[in-house]
């Protein structure tokens, strides 16, 4: 199967699974709002879909020349993803754990639980099931580094077409495919001017409506 076959096979099961879902309101993390969301919570609900997406995956990763000793995912979302990709690849798989600073945020990802002995002194590749900022997988690479690992490239189901290698800090970048979601600043957004409701089942909207009318609960 080519990588093209792959893209296909990949972009069938987000869109008959319901997992990629457009032409409706959203708020991201970032405070942006955009018109599609990937809800990646309902492939994990499905293993046989994500035992798919990680064989694809697996051997998208296998073609590029790429054999890790280990894959670590970023906990708690990347954790499943992780699993199958290390299944299809023949290797361990160990996870990395958020931890959060003074005022509730993410401050790193730490190795925890005894893997820091499986790592150390191994090739890591890093592997979480969307990459949009990047955000996590960028520290779960530094936490990889601190103990001694040797992270070899990052790969992900899907790609959101934010950032790049040089973005990642990494040589290798895989994904099996990318969505560009439009987005805007709340300010500027179409959406918001229109007056589509904001969707309050995934994504941050839930919040953003609180945000607006402090003490409502939307």
């Not at 990937?38 to 054999?67: F, H, S, T, V």
């Not at 005894?114 to 090739?123: A, C, K, T, V």
């Not at 890591?124 to 099931?129: K, Q």
């Not at 040797?150 to 994904?175: C, Q």
Request: hydrophobic share 40%; net charge negative; charged share 20%.
């Amino acid at each position: 199967m080519s990588s093209q076959d792959r893209q296909q096979a990949t972009r069938r099961i987000l869109e008959s699974s319901g997992t990629l879902i457009e032409a409706d309101h959203f708020v991201y993390a970032s405070g942006d709002h955009g018109s599609g969301w990937i809800a990646k919570d309902l492939i994990n609900c499905q293993p046989d879909l994500a035992y798919q997406l990680g064989q694809l995956l697996g051997a998208e990763i296998k073609d590029r020349g790429l054999n890790p000793d280990l894959v670590c995912g970023p906990a708690i979302g990347g954790v499943i993803c992780a699993q199958y990709t290390a299944l299809a690849l023949g290797c361990g798989c160990v996870f990395a754990e958020r931890q959060l600073d003074a005022e509730g945020k993410t401050a790193s990802f730490e190795i925890k639980r005894g893997y820091d002995e499986l790592i150390r002194n191994q090739s890591v590749l890093i592997v979480d099931d969307v990459v949009n900022t990047g955000f996590s997988v960028r520290l779960t690479c530094e936490a990889v580094v601190r103990v001694g690992g040797r992270p070899i490239g990052i790969a992900t189901y899907v790609n959101r077409a934010n950032v790049g290698v040089e973005d990642l800090g990494v040589e290798r970048f895989i994904f099996l495919d990318e969505v560009i979601l439009p987005a805007w600043s709340a300010d500027e957004c179409p959406l918001c001017k229109a007056g589509i409701p904001v969707n309050v089942r995934y994504a941050h909207g839930a919040e953003f409506l609180e945000s607006q009318q402090p003490g409502v609960v939307p």
